[in-house]
């Protein structure tokens, strides 16, 4: 069965201290790694989309990356509003199902 | 594009009764999830369509959950004689292919079984 872990649980920042969140994950046969940001009370909102080791992608102050075991979600000089929690999730190539990890709460203080 | 949309965002209901959620993908998208999540918890697969095909079940969908997708387009999922342990958010989600492409979700919608 595919297992993800995310670290740490939760994460505080001052404003534009850059840190990284970690993805652990255990998959027959890796299709795609995402990361989501959600928001309290909202549905999770789609970041990227990994595929392969070696990967790379970013979007504005968010870098992923990716390799045969784990991937990292790098923030950069955040600011208030990237306070969230960052999930991350994998597909295997034997069902349609994402697999989510318990995610990471980022605080980012002013 | 405006999005999955889900209705109703929150419920409230008394222990036994039945609910039903509904989702509407974002249109043109073949593939629709169901999803619970509770507080402190990455999203958990429930169910999965591909068109009006539900295709794949979690073994947490028991007897009392139910989902359909009528003509391939918005999806109902019904619990019925809730329990409070039936409380958590129930979120829908939405993609245009197999797999690795991108799975959107919508606001969900909270349940409260009291």
């Known amino acids: 069965e595919d297992q993800v872990t995310q670290s740490p649980e939760a994460l505080r920042l001052q404003e534009g201290e850059s840190s990284s969140l970690n993805c652990s994950y255990t998959?027959?046969?890796?299709?795609?790694l995402f990361w989501y940001r959600q928001d309290p009370g909202k549905g999770p909102e789609f970041l990227f989309t990994?595929?392969?080791a070696g990967e790379e992608k970013e979007k504005e102050r968010l870098k992923a990356t990716l390799t045969k075991k784990e991937s990292f979600l790098h923030i950069t000089a955040p600011k208030p509003e990237d306070s969230a929690t960052y999930l991350c999730?994998?597909?295997?190539?034997?069902?349609?199902?994402?697999?989510f990890g318990t995610g990471t709460r980022l605080t980012i203080i002013p | 594009d405006t999005g999955v949309s889900q209705d109703p965002r929150h419920k409230i209901t008394k222990r036994g009764q039945n609910v039903t959620f509904r989702c509407d993908p974002i249109?043109?998208?073949?593939?629709l999830y169901w999803y619970r999540q509770t507080l402190g918890q990455g999203p958990e697969f429930l169910t999965y369509?591909?068109?009006?095909?539900?295709?794949?079940k979690s073994r947490l969908l028991s007897d009392r959950f139910s989902a359909e997708r009528p003509k391939g387009s918005f999806s109902t999922l019904e619990i019925q004689r809730t329990e409070q342990g039936d409380s958590a958010m129930y979120l829908c989600?939405?993609?245009?292919?197999?797999?690795?492409?991108?799975?959107?979700f919508g606001e969900g919608s909270w349940l409260t079984v009291v």
């Open positions: 989600a939405s993609s245009a292919f197999a797999g690795g492409n991108t799975i959107y």
């Open positions: 998959v027959s046969g890796l299709r795609g």
């Open positions: 990994l595929y392969s």
């Open positions: 999730a994998v597909t295997n190539f034997g069902n349609e199902k994402l697999t």
């Open positions: 249109s043109e998208h073949n593939r």
């Open positions: 369509f591909q068109n009006e095909a539900q295709l794949e």
